[in-house]
Every structure is written in C-alpha cells, then in structure tokens.
C-alpha cells in the first residue's frame, strides 16, 4: 500500500550542482504535482502533468525541469541548483473522471538544502 | 486570481473541546475544495473533499461545509483528542486539472 513515494528524503547539494528528485505512484493516477513548500510561503506548485508524456509549468517552474515519460513516474529535475531552491518538495497524485480531479495523495516529501 | 485565507493562524485548545477551523476563498467558482492535515515533518493526508455541488462531507469526528456563495469552509472537529495536534490546510483547484491553491494552514495543538 505505497501511494506516493518520493526518493531521496533528504539531500544536500552545494550550488550549481543539478539533482532529480523521482516520484512513483502505484494507483494509475493520471494527473500527477510536483509542490514546494517554504516557511511563510506555504505550498507553491512547480509542474504538474495531466498524462503520461505531458508536463505544464504551475506557479514556480523557474530552475526546474519535469518529465513523465512513465504514466507512474513523474520526475523533477534541478539542473544548476541555487540557495533559493532550498525548500521542501512534495510530489502529488490524484485521479480524473468526468471532467473532475479526485482527492490529492502526497508524498512524505523530499528536504533539499542547497549551500 | 485565487487567494485562500485560513484564519487563525494558531489555535490551542484543551482536550475534548469542539473546534471550527476556517477557510475563505475569493473566487467561488469552485470545483471542489479539499481539506488536509501535515503533522511536522511529514507529508500531507487528505482529510475530506468537497464537490461543488455539496453542502458537507463527514469522516468520523470531522465535518466540512462549504458555502460557495460567501466564499467560506469549515473544518469542524468534535472531541478534539491530543492526535488531532498537526496543521491543518484547506486548498482549491485552479481549474478541473486539479492544481490546488492552498491556504497557510491553521496550526492547532490539543492540550491533554
């Protein structure tokens, strides 16, 4: 009974290094997020997919690269990691039907600081 | 554009109270609203959905309303209970691709 997991949960990088975050969900959700969340902030989308082999940008994509070239995976990439992508990263999955999208199941999250 | 408010921001209460927890929205035009718990450190668990089209939902001692036309959910809590300490986040939907826009949580402690 996995949901959502996301791998690493934690890392450190050292800026300018790049890094992909993975996101796997086993329950055949078309729909999948990616989210960071920072102190003050609150939860902010990066991209998010509506199907396998599409991605469109959310509210923060800038630095970051996406691909779901898996129905199950949805990948988030950093290619040359700066201190301000030091943040928490949530992956989401959710189902769609009818023209609507189900309740939202998220992972445990990834922490990566950037130094 | 969408903005979501939760107000308080802090609540602590003694164990066994009934508490409201209050989410406002600045664009009715919904499609649902989805209430979520994130205990520190942790990721977020769905508590309840609600569809536009419903007045509340229930799942054991939580009740959502949702008043669309005056912008505003509640996440009532009855018998609050020291587990129920965690914050609390309420969220809608950019669209029917499900983006949610989430409010900044209530952070609610239970005192036993």
């Known amino acids: 009974n996995a949901g959502v997991t996301q791998t690493p949960k934690f890392r450190v990088l050292k800026t300018g290094q790049s890094m992909t975050l993975l996101c796997a969900q086993d329950?055949?959700?078309?729909?999948m997020y990616w989210y960071r969340q920072d102190p003050g902030m609150g939860l902010r989308l990066i991209h998010y997919s509506v199907g396998e082999g599409t991605t469109a940008k959310g509210e923060v994509p800038d630095g970051y690269n996406v691909s779901r070239l898996k129905k199950q995976n949805f990948l988030l990439g950093l290619e040359s990691a700066a201190p301000s992508q030091t943040s928490v990263y949530f992956c989401a999955s959710s189902y769609s039907g009818q023209g609507k999208s189900g309740p939202q199941h998220f992972g445990d999250g990834t922490r990566l600081s950037i130094l | 554009k969408q903005e979501v408010t939760q107000i308080p921001a802090a609540l602590s209460v003694p164990e066994g109270e009934n508490l409201v927890l209050n989410c406002s929205f600045t664009?009715?035009?919904?499609?649902?609203l989805q209430w979520f718990r994130q205990d520190p450190g942790k990721g977020l668990t769905s508590l309840l959905l609600?569809?536009?089209?419903?007045r509340e939902q229930t799942s054991g001692r939580l009740n959502a309303s949702l008043d669309k036309s005056s912008g505003r959910s509640t996440l009532y809590i009855a018998a609050s209970q020291p587990g129920d300490s965690a914050t609390y986040l309420c969220a809608v939907p950019y669209n029917q691709g499900g983006k949610l826009i989430f409010g900044q949580g209530t952070e609610l402690s239970v005192k036993p």
């Open positions: 664009d009715s035009a919904i499609y649902n």
């Open positions: 329950m055949n959700h078309e729909y």
């Open positions: 609600i569809q536009s089209s419903q």
